[in-house]
């Protein structure tokens, strides 16, 4: 229910913290909440949703005896991810706003970020980026490189400058006509900007503090996962074009274990011509190996051997037409005799313009 001061009405909002060993942190956190909720006259609640820490979570909440805070211990699919996607669906409010339990993200900018979606925004990111914003001195070089990164791999989704922000909020309505909501990891506001098409988006500038207690639970294994992310996304977003992309990617991957084998067989002095033939066809098994299980998912599930014979023999064909391609450029352009890799280059795309069909339809096609 909404909430009327003398100068506005304020939706009310469900605020979804998910935390794993964090119970250190929920007394300070809830209490600048609070703070904020007698402030504003907003409607709070707020949604511990819990991976079944076992470090007292339970105690300190029921302690507190506020009848706004809930709390939810998940024992199944655990993960940040997935604890986020149940707040979601326990929430009651107008509001939906996510945010970390370790004081990094300020609750005080809560009004603010409310502020930004009655202006007309989709989507409001509490952001270290955005004019205004900043991280803790000691922040460090590897968190800062790591965090760019992170955010220029998610450029082909969207323009915001931090949307690796877990400190988010957008109107519950939205989900109702998003696309099903599937995120791997930990960055699951990615995934509603992109799921739920939002075009207006906004960033309220914040300072992001060091966690107040406990460790981090970002580790190699989260990054690695934001990367299996980042190619769901892709694909949901972008289709073929994303299958075309990755399907490149490994044929280029392709090449290079081409080159290795063939070097390797020239330390060892064997016949070039038996080293050539062996690269090839490791090279292929590579390709065929690394589509299966990224670019065409999906296929693996069906039998494997019909898909390797399938694979081999249409590659088999690609690397004719490219060789085809090549002969009938330079035979109709002799100029290209004196640029014979324009020539090669154009025998390549065609190959892989008929293998990427031939894996796509036909060998990896959806049964």
């Known amino acids: ?24 942190n929920l007394p300070a956190l809830i209490e600048r909440i609070g703070a904020v909720r007698a402030a504003s006259g ?11 820490s076992r470090d007292g979570t339970v105690e300190v909440v029921a302690g507190l005896a506020l009848d706004w805070v809930r709390l939810c211990v998940r024992t199944r699919d655990r993960g940040l991810s997935a604890a986020v996607m149940d707040g979601f669906k326990a929430a009651s409010h107008d509001v939906l706003l996510v945010m970390d339990a370790d004081l990094s993200h300020p609750p005080e900018k809560i009004p603010e970020m409310l502020q930004a979606l009655e202006a007309g925004a989709d989507f409001v990111i509490g952001s270290r980026y955005a004019p205004g914003g900043s991280t803790a001195e000691d922040w460090g ?25 877990g400190f988010f909020a957008f109107r519950r309505q939205a989900l109702e006509m998003a696309a099903p909501l599937n ?66 990617i490994v044929g280029a991957t392709g090449t290079i274990v081409n080159l290795a084998v063939v070097t390797l067989f020239w330390l060892l002095d064997i016949d070039a011509k038996i080293g050539v033939a062996v690269a090839i ?62 020539a090669a280059f154009a025998g390549i795309l065609a190959g892989l313009v008929f293998n990427y069909g031939v894996s796509r339809y036909i060998v990896f096609r959806k049964s």
């Open 183 to 248: 995120p791997v990891g930990y960055k699951i506001g990615l995934e509603v900007i992109v799921k739920c098409g939002f075009a207006k988006t906004a960033e309220v500038p914040i300072h992001f503090s060091d966690r107040f207690k406990g460790e981090s639970k970002l580790n190699l294994k989260e990054q690695l996962r934001y990367l299996q992310h980042l190619r769901r996304l892709a694909v949901f977003k972008y289709g073929d074009l994303a299958h075309f992309a990755q399907f490149a």
């Open 281 to 342: 066809g490791v090279a292929m098994l590579s390709n065929f190996v690394l589509n299966r299980q990224f670019t065409f998912s999906y296929a693996r599930r069906d039998p494997l051997l019909p898909q390797l014979v399938g694979f081999l023999a249409g590659s088999s064909i690609g690397a004719v037409i490219n060789y085809a391609v090549v002969l009938g450029l330079l035979n109709r352009f002799p100029a290209l005799e004196a640029f014979p890799q324009a």
């Open 141 to 165: 070089l590897f968190r800062w490189v790591n965090s760019k990164v992170a955010t220029l791999l998610a450029r082909p989704f969207t323009t915001v400058r931090d949307p690796m922000s």
């Open 42 to 52: 907003l409607d709070i609640e707020v949604l511990i949703m819990d991976d079944d």
């Open 1 to 24: 229910m909404a909430v009327e001061s003398p100068q506005r009405v304020w939706p009310s909002v469900s605020v979804i913290v998910p935390t794993y060993r964090e119970a250190e």
